[in-house]
């Protein structure tokens, strides 16, 4: 009987810790350098399913530009897919400008360095596996 007893705590402790590491949370963190311009702000959107993708933001941030570089970190993610946009917003006008043909004037670019041809990449191109804390480097020109 305590044989029983002592491999039925044994079991539910292994239960619970595997139910624990399914809840973990991870974090990303993008180290983004500016080449060109030292002012304004990046506007970062987060999105974690191709059905919200370029539709509903999951996150978001806005970083100030400064010595050519900015820092974000999404904190308390659920392992998954996920994929990111981001622009440079050089005139803080929190907008991503574009000109007469709607060709964006700021510099802007996706997860995975992707850049679309008539409108933004696919999903499957930009989408990153996390399943840990993860950190990018980002150069925007």
Known sequence: ????FLTFLILINLASS???QEKATVSIRLDISSTKFNKGSILIALYESEE???????KSADVVVKDHKAQVTFHS?????????????????????TNFLGIPKEPYGFSND???RFGPP???ETSLEINKNSRFKISIE
């Open 77 to 97: 993610l659920k392992k998954g897919v996920y994929a990111f946009s981001f622009f440079h917003d050089l005139n803080n006008n929190k907008k991503l400008d």
């Open 1 to 4: 009987m305590k044989t029983a």
């Open 52 to 58: 919200s993708y370029m539709k509903e933001i999951y």
């Open 18 to 20: 595997l139910h624990g």
């Open 114 to 116: 992707k850049k679309g």
């Open 122 to 124: 696919k999903f499957d």
